[in-house]
């Protein structure tokens, strides 16, 4: 169940689970904040915890120094520092941004043109799960396929494992179906280019 809801600072999204029991929490989407409840809440309930989601999403935020402003400059900047850190220097994105959210998946990378999207639901993530899906992007600018060439790359990247695992629990928590980084399952191999990241711009 779904209720949209009109706050001062922030659009905000109610979405109700008779999965979940005790348990609240909030992501931002975009310019949108979901708070997630319980179906059983009571309104005042509702309300209450919209209102300290919210307060605890802006103080995190804060404390983390606002990723949801963070610009498309200071995603590449990043990208290029990882590209150094842990894949040689090899891939040199011509360019890194954030797009809207993308349906099936967290990024997406062209190697023909070297650029790379990155989809606007993790800006509330915090920063090594970004710099996972920077580190998976960039690799598929040297391997376009999910080779274990590909893996041995993103690999490298010391947070890999806790990272697909905290992608996998956000996609099931907000109900999004995202099973992969950029669409497909991650640790599958393939043979080749997948279609998922290295040749369609701005998929969704």
Known sequence: MCVSQSQ???????RRSHRRRRTVSAYRDGDTVVVLLPARMTM???QHWVAEMLRRLERSEARRGSPRRASDAELMARARQLSALYLGARPQPSAVRWV???RTRWGSATPADGSIRISERLRDTPPWVVDYVLVHELAHLVEP?????????VGRYPRTERAIGFLHGLSAAAGLGITGTDGDQDGD???GPDGTDGDQDGDD
């Not at 001062?8 to 109610?14: D, M, Y």
């Not at 396929?145 to 041995?152: K, L």
Request: charged share 30%; glycine share 4%; proline share 16%.
């Open 100 to 102: 809207p959210p993308m």
């Open 145 to 153: 396929g999910h080779t274990p060439a590909f893996w041995e790359l």
């Open 189 to 191: 191999q393939d043979d």
């Open 8 to 14: 001062p600072s922030s659009k905000v999204e109610v």
């Open 44 to 46: 005042a309930d509702e």
